[in-house]
């Protein structure tokens, strides 16, 4: 059963009775959450990949540079760190709950790992873009000193973290938030008047 499924079924069932059962609740969310962390699982570790090579790479750069670069690099190194510690402070939101858990303990629990996605791209401007942008501009002052270049290379960065910002601004308004106002509809459903969080979450069968 998919999402347009069962908000279909909930449409026929002001007018038909049509009742969902536990099951296709727990399938529907189960695939949902399955599909969700494989991308973020991906995306952590492409992410995690990355720090390595770019502190591999980076590193040596700071071993015959001046104080300006050498303080360039410690702080792409620290944000290197930062973007490490961050997401996988974050992968760890929503611990999986019991086999045997209600629906509703499964649909909060999905609830708050896409919350905590949410504020993960959120504040990317702090956590991700700017330990990055601003260390390796400093890394570029430091051994070109004020000039066009360096010039340049600020507008470069700087259009290129506000590209960063925005994708993932759009990644939350299109996919993220959607996917929570999903869980809520399920969650509100379930808990509604007509439901039961621990048995059969819509409503009974007509008399």
Same mark, same amino acid.
């Given at each position: 059963?998919?999402?347009?499924?069962?908000?279909?079924?909930? /449409?026929? +069932?002001?007018?038909?009775?049509?009742?969902?059962?536990?099951?296709?609740?727990?399938?529907?969310?189960?695939?949902?959450?399955?599909?969700?962390?494989?991308?973020?699982?991906?995306?952590d570790?492409?992410?995690?990949?990355?720090?390595?090579?770019?502190?591999?790479?980076?590193?040596?750069?700071?071993i015959?540079?001046?104080?300006?670069?050498?303080a360039?690099?410690?702080?792409?190194?620290?944000?290197?760190?930062?973007?490490?510690?961050?997401?996988? /402070?974050?992968?760890?939101?929503?611990?999986? =709950?019991?086999?045997?858990?209600?629906?509703?303990?499964?649909?909060?629990?999905?609830?708050?790992?896409v919350d905590?996605?949410?504020?993960?791209?959120?504040? !990317?401007?702090?956590? +991700?873009?700017?330990?990055i942008? =601003?260390?390796?501009?400093?890394? &570029?002052?430091?051994?070109?000193?004020?000039?066009?270049?360096?010039?340049? +290379?600020?507008?470069?960065?700087?259009?290129?973290?506000?590209?960063? !910002?925005?994708?993932?601004?759009?990644? &939350? /308004?299109?996919?993220?938030?959607?996917?929570?106002?999903?869980?809520?509809?399920?969650?509100?459903?379930?808990?509604?008047?007509?439901?039961?969080?621990?048995?059969?979450?819509?409503?009974?069968e007509?008399?």
């Amino acid at each position: 059963m998919t999402l347009e499924d069962t908000r279909a079924a909930w /449409r026929a +069932y002001d007018d038909d009775l049509v009742a969902l059962d536990d099951d296709d609740i727990l399938a529907l969310v189960k695939s949902r959450a399955a599909q969700f962390e494989r991308q973020i699982r991906r995306r952590d570790w492409r992410e995690l990949i990355a720090s390595i090579v770019g502190a591999v790479l980076i590193a040596p750069i700071a071993i015959h540079a001046g104080q300006i670069t050498r303080a360039g690099v410690a702080v792409v190194l620290a944000g290197l760190v930062l973007i490490a510690a961050t997401l996988t /402070r974050a992968s760890r939101v929503g611990s999986p =709950v019991h086999v045997d858990a209600p629906v509703n303990a499964v649909l909060r629990a999905e609830q708050s790992r896409v919350d905590a996605q949410i504020r993960l791209l959120g504040r !990317v401007l702090w956590w +991700y873009v700017l330990p990055i942008a =601003v260390g390796s501009v400093m890394i &570029v002052a430091g051994s070109r000193g004020v000039s066009w270049f360096t010039a340049g +290379y600020v507008v470069v960065v700087a259009l290129l973290s506000g590209g960063v !910002v925005w994708l993932n601004a759009r990644a &939350v /308004r299109r996919t993220l938030r959607p996917l929570r106002d999903e869980l809520t509809e399920l969650l509100a459903q379930i808990e509604s008047p007509n439901g039961s969080a621990d048995r059969t979450p819509f409503a009974q069968e007509p008399q």
